[in-house]
């Protein structure tokens, strides 16, 4: 069906497919997101590595010796999966900043990421934001993921998030909703979708944006899967926003890669008696994060190049800008009614011309007029 | 009656009446908040001041000439109302702070202070916090008001408000649910009570606390006022809490007031789709207010060397603070089922020693437990 130079590999790839082939039997005796297997990778080479394993004695090097990657990668072909690795076109350049961060034990760069769809990875991720929260979120928060996610969709900024019920979901709805296709980075597989009830949502996903995964073909998830997913999540975009999370959530998880990646952390507010303003609210009030209510708010942050956001304007009060003595007398004639200048004067203290002075710059700002009687009254 | 040397004085007061009935005359040919009035008054006396306005010619020095504080000063007495001045022991030492503050054209310590109830002004200020926010609030804001003033009246912080409805009234009830009296701060006479829907809470409100006010009986309340009267809750408290407020609101004056004197500012979020919370989420975002959501915080704020918040913890996880190894064997046991040692090493790729080292861990610590039939499951 096709050359062993390029199964699996990315259009325009100059990466060795022996390189491609170790990093997809690695990523096959090891877990995802251990740092030193990263770290083995980038010092002594992928092929080394995977040489080693398979001399490994005991069952891990029966398990090794066992595995067929070019199989893996040619069967991930036939079900329209491509395994992007460092130094494709597509390789998202963001996701070297992992090599050198560590945190619970767990980081890395990717050995590798199966993708499926028909968007370029790296183009996706260059203007991207992630947006995480909780699975079980409240109705505010579906309606601020969808409505946030459509606004920077809307601007050019892709949205990427998992692939869970709720605010996951919503975010990818609210983007597909306007005009950039969104990336979903899940923790399992790309050959099942998980979780089920998502399957037509991961459809209409990659028939625009992009699935991606550590994880090869055939392989479950679990919690530390769906941890070690979240620091895709914040490495791939420029910022990570976080809508609604409950104490010691995942969203928690995301948002602490996201920091230690040195990225822009961002967060909704919400009812503070809701248990899913938790998080957000935890973020900002320890400065981790920044206060965002509106899609101008991430657009600023993440791209402050752009141009102004359309924050909308609070409308000014007719008096704003009028000096203090000013004030005064427009707050000396009543509402209905009229007053003259011996009243207003008697009333306030002041001397007839000052007031004059004062009615002078009221009537130019049209906040007064004088009625037929010769008394003020307000317009 | 009484002598002359304790008409409207506070009790243990050191004041000339001389100096009290200055006071009480420039207060009624000036304005509240004119912060060269206060500086004169610093600079000359209040006695000299009035001397020289009874001197002045015209509409104005007539209107001086004609008043009678020592009256006025009685008449508050026959209310109930006593006239606090600069030099009284209950004169709370915070104000002072405005001497030096002007804001918008605004500012100056007050003239003196009318007051009414049982309490003593200097000792319930010494310990209190602001809370300010919509009169046209939302039932969570009022929610809110009500549970975090009752928090910190129940630590023996005195909550200071305004008499609107909405959040002042509410931050009123929610303290005098707890043991600590409040004080309204209001911008009218204290002959009357505005609004006139609050007179029942007023009442109760000055049983134990107080109401103050900078205006003499028979003043009435302007937009103005209300702004100047701002400055005093704010100089009065340790710090400011803002429950909802829309934008351009009065609240967003009080914030500014307490930013200006260098109080703790906090606002406390809520829903970005409520109009109510544009001034708590701006204030926020900008750096000027602290994030609030719980009693424990404002306690937390402005009493740094009170007991320790109860904030209440979140929940931990059993399976916080694992290393990564004892995680990802505890994840690879199914939630129903068990797994041989045999089995966990092919699946894992873990040598049987280290296996049994993790797995001894999680039996350490109660995660896992080995069944009749030597496999382990979770506990």
């Known amino acids: 069906m096709s050359t062993s130079e390029d199964v699996g590999s990315a259009k325009g790839a100059s ?8 990093r997809v039997g690695i990523a ?16 002594f080479g992928a092929e080394a590595i995977w040489e080693g394993m398979l001399q490994w004695s005991g069952q891990r090097g029966l398990k090794a010796r066992e595995y067929r990657p070019e199989a893996v990668l040619e069967g991930g072909l036939r079900q329209g999966l491509r395994y992007l690795v ?47 929260g909780s699975r079980s979120c409240t109705s505010y928060g579906e309606r601020q993921a969808l409505e946030l996610a459509h606004h920077v969709s809307d601007s050019g900024v892709s949205v990427i998030s ?3 019920f709720g605010i996951d979901a919503a975010a990818h709805r609210g983007a597909m909703s306007a ?55 914040a490495a791939l975009s420029i910022g990570t926003l976080v809508v609604e999370g409950a104490a010691r959530s995942g969203t928690q998880n995301t948002m602490n890669w ?37 899609g101008s708010d991430i657009l600023e942050l993440i791209a402050p190049g ?30 209905k009614g009229s007053r003259t200048v011996g009243e207003l004067s008697a009333k306030l203290g002041f001397s007839v011309p000052k007031l004059l002075s004062c009615l002078g710059k009221l009537e130019e700002g049209q906040l007064v007029v004088k009625n037929p009687r010769g008394a003020w009254q307000l317009c």
Chains 1, 2 share one sequence.
């Open 15 to 22: 990466v060795r497919i022996e390189e491609r082939l170790a």
């Open 28 to 43: 096959y005796v090891t877990e995802p997101g251990d740092p030193a297997v990263s770290k083995a990778v980038a010092d």
């Open 86 to 132: 460092p130094g494709d076109d597509e390789w998202p350049r963001r996701l070297t900043d992992l090599a050198n961060v560590v945190f619970r034990g767990f980081g890395g760069e990717p050995l590798g990421l199966w993708v499926k769809g028909s968007a370029r990875l790296g183009e996706l991720a260059d203007f991207s934001v992630g947006m995480v």
């Open 162 to 164: 998992g692939g869970a």
């Open 179 to 233: 005009r950039t296709p969104t990336v979903a980075v899940l923790a399992n597989g790309l050959d099942e979708y998980y979780p089920a009830g998502n399957a037509g949502l991961f459809e209409r996903i990659c028939e625009e944006g992009l699935l991606v995964s550590e994880l090869a073909p055939g392989e479950h998830p679990t919690r530390v899967r769906f941890l070690i997913r979240n620091r895709l999540i």
């Open 258 to 294: 996201a920091s230690e990646l040195g990225r822009v952390s961002m967060a909704v507010p919400g009812p503070v008696s809701s248990v899913f303003s938790y998080t957000p609210h935890e973020l900002i009030r320890s400065g981790q994060a920044v206060l965002v209510t509106h």
């Open 306 to 335: 752009a141009p102004e956001p359309v924050r909308p304007e609070p409308a000014r009060r007719r008096t704003d800008g009028l000096e203090p003595a000013a004030l005064a007398v427009y707050e000396a004639i009543p509402a």
